[in-house]
Every structure is written in structure tokens, then in C-alpha cells.
Nanobody
């Protein structure tokens, strides 16, 4: 069983920064792919970023490229550093894990999910 717990969300002004954390427990993650998704009210869950745990290669959505950074510097912890935040970044952010190491940008490709953390960016 895998458990993912997000933290670090909050309210920030446009142009500000936040760092989200995802603490993972359970199975070993050396062959897992980790991802961040977000979901705004009334919208579908949207891909944000993904990283392959063992080698650290990352892929980003165009909407966050150059502003967000996904990393896994600690054992079983994944971060999402968010800079130059915009009001349209407002959403619940979810951490996810996939047993398949292939690049995955669709929510259905992930096997485990956290409970989400709210990020609100005011204009």
C-alpha cells in the first residue's frame, strides 16, 4: 500500500511563491514515477509536472514551464516549487504515484493519489 500526503498549500499574492511537499510512505519508490496534478472548481484534473524517481528526469505542462520545478531531493519526498504564481494557478494540487516508470501526463496513468492541498493566488 502507498500513502501520499501533500502539504504547503495556502494563499499567496500574484507573483509570489509556494513550495508544495508530498510525503510518500509504503512501498519503495525507486522505480516509480511521481506527478503533480491540479483541479480548479468545475474543471478536469490537469497535469502539472512529473518526475522519474530514480533518475530525476522531469516533464512539465506548458502552462507552468519555467515557473514550476519538481524535485525529489529526499527519500520518499517530492517537492513542487512554484514561482511567479498567477491567479489561474488557483486549484487543489494533488500528488500522485505511478508504478509504471514511463512518462505519464494523464491522471488515469497514476495508481495512487494524495488528498490534495489548496493553492489560492490572489490578484
Amino acid at each position: 500500500q502507498v500513502e501520499l500526503v501533500e502539504s504547503g498549500g495556502g494563499l499567496v499574492q500574484a507573483g509570489g511563491s509556494l513550495r508544495l511537499s508530498c510525503a510518500a510512505s509504503g512501498r519503495t519508490f525507486s522505480t516509480y514515477r511521481m506527478g503533480w496534478f491540479r483541479q480548479a472548481p468545475g474543471q478536469e484534473r490537469e497535469f502539472v509536472a512529473t518526475i522519474y524517481w530514480s533518475e530525476g528526469s522531469a516533464v512539465y505542462a506548458d502552462s507552468v514551464k519555467g515557473r514550476f520545478t519538481i524535485s525529489r531531493p529526499k527519500s520518499k519526498t517530492v517537492f513542487l516549487e512554484m514561482n511567479t504564481l498567477k491567479p489561474e494557478d488557483t486549484a487543489v494540487y494533488y500528488c500522485a504515484a505511478a508504478r509504471d516508470s514511463a512518462v505519464a501526463i494523464k491522471a488515469g496513468q497514476y495508481d495512487y493519489w494524495g488528498q490534495g492541498t489548496q493553492v489560492t493566488v490572489s490578484s
